[in-house]
């Protein structure tokens, strides 16, 4: 069955196809009772065409489920690819909220320019996400942080080997439900520092969100795991701290100030922009700057540098126990090493799930 749907101020039409099949909810809720990440995917999925001469069209809404592709779509050759990452959070009174949409929005587009990839419109992105919860909101879990995770993305779909930006793409959102990130305490992770490869180059694509740049941390990721570490830490091209694959970095000074990396190759995490916006609030120093290797070694050892925390939308805020590298070896295990970490994690997930006042207007409701 389908039904067209107009939607409002812009040209857009959606189909939408409901999912005859839907999964029975007495599985979906067993589902939702411990989601993991990424393994679960919801009852239906979004998307849009773009083509050289038309634009963007035919939006729509339908059952979740494998996509058609010819052999020769230039993704899987050339990886002209890029997503987003966010949350739908169910608040107390049953409401569905996301958290700064238009700053992935946004990002979906540098990334865009970037792998000359078309820009989709931010309303056409808010509207996708929209459109997906409203026949998905049964997977948007309630218990205490927990959420529904959404994922945008656009590839190149033209089938064509010749060497240059494609003329069709498809633009599609999928959902996943997420478990609370810390079941039974908080464990402080262990980073391993990659010095043999990189994510990125100065010029690279290290800014943008594309497939590419977690291809070339794999690699590098299970050497970490063989080294008893769950997450590699990427220097730049001058040495200096980048961050981890998927997740910012940032550490904290005995005097309460915070110190993150600047660099060209780094992804702007809106965790990142998030937290440093809290911390500014609270009258906290925030210093975003190049940040060698020798000096987060040296200020830890002089006792300056009493932590570090890695951020992210799907775990949020991490501390970081301890880098581990080739002669390298940084320890934060102090009274101070969690505390603010933790106290901003409390602060951000409260404004995520409603519990905090959303001073900055950070929310978006996606339902009614
Ligand atoms: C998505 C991502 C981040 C974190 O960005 P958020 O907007 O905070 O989720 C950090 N680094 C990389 C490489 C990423 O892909």
């Keep these: 069955m ?24 007495a ?55 890029i997503f987003e990452g966010l949350k739908a959070y169910r608040h107390a ?12 929005a946004a990002r979906m587009q540098r990334s865009a320019r ?24 049964a997977w948007v879990p309630s218990t205490p942080e927990t959420s529904l995770y959404l994922r945008p993305y656009m590839y190149a779909k033209e089938a064509f080997l010749g060497v240059r930006p494609a ?22 992770v262990r980073i391993w520092l990659s010095s043999r490869y990189a994510r990125a180059a100065r010029g690279g694509t290290g800014a943008a969100k594309t497939g590419g740049n977690y ?4 690699l590098p990721q299970a050497e970490a795991y063989q080294q008893g570490c769950q997450q590699v830490l990427f220097l730049d091209d001058q040495g200096n701290l980048e961050e981890l694959g998927g997740m910012n970095i940032v550490l904290v000074r005995k005097d309460g100030s915070i110190l993150t990396p600047d660099s060209d190759s ?23 700057r190049p940040i060698s290797l020798a000096e987060w070694r040296d200020g830890a050892a002089s006792g300056d540098i009493v932590g570090a925390f890695a951020c992210g939308t799907a775990a949020v805020i991490v501390p970081i126990g301890t880098l581990l590298g080739d002669g390298v070896e940084i320890v934060h295990d102090g009274p101070a090493s969690q505390e603010l970490a933790m106290s901003l994690r409390e602060e951000l997930t409260g404004i995520q799930h409603g519990r905090v006042e959303d001073r900055h207007g950070w929310l978006t409701r996606l339902d009614g």
């Excluded at 389908?2 to 909810?25: F, K, M, S």
């Excluded at 393994?39 to 489920?65: E, L």
């Excluded at 937290?275 to 210093?287: C, F, M, P, Q």
Aim: aromatic share 10%; charged share 20%.
């Design 2 to 25: 389908t039904i067209q749907l107009p939607v409002a101020d812009q040209g857009l039409t959606w189909a939408v196809t409901r999912n005859e099949y839907p999964l029975p909810a």
């Design 27 to 81: 599985d979906r809720e067993a589902i939702l009772a411990d989601p993991g990440f990424g393994k679960f995917f919801t009852d239906h999925m979004v998307d849009i065409c773009w083509s050289k001469g038309g634009g963007w069209h035919r939006p729509r809404v339908q059952p979740y489920g494998p996509i058609q592709l010819d052999p020769a779509a230039a993704v899987l050759h050339y990886a002209q690819e």
């Design 93 to 104: 009174d049953g409401s569905i909220w996301t958290f700064r949409p238009e700053a992935n």
């Design 114 to 137: 970037r792998v000359a990839l078309p820009e989709l419109p931010t309303e056409y992105f808010l509207d996708a996400l929209r459109q997906l919860v409203a026949v998905d909101a």
């Design 167 to 188: 003329d069709k793409i498809a633009f599609y959102v999928i959902a996943s439900p997420a478990g609370a990130y810390f079941t039974g305490g908080v464990a402080p």
């Design 215 to 218: 291809a070339a941390s794999l």
């Design 266 to 288: 780094i992804l702007e995490g809106i965790t990142r922009d998030s937290v440093l916006r809290l911390a500014t609030d609270r009258g906290i120093t925030v210093e975003q």
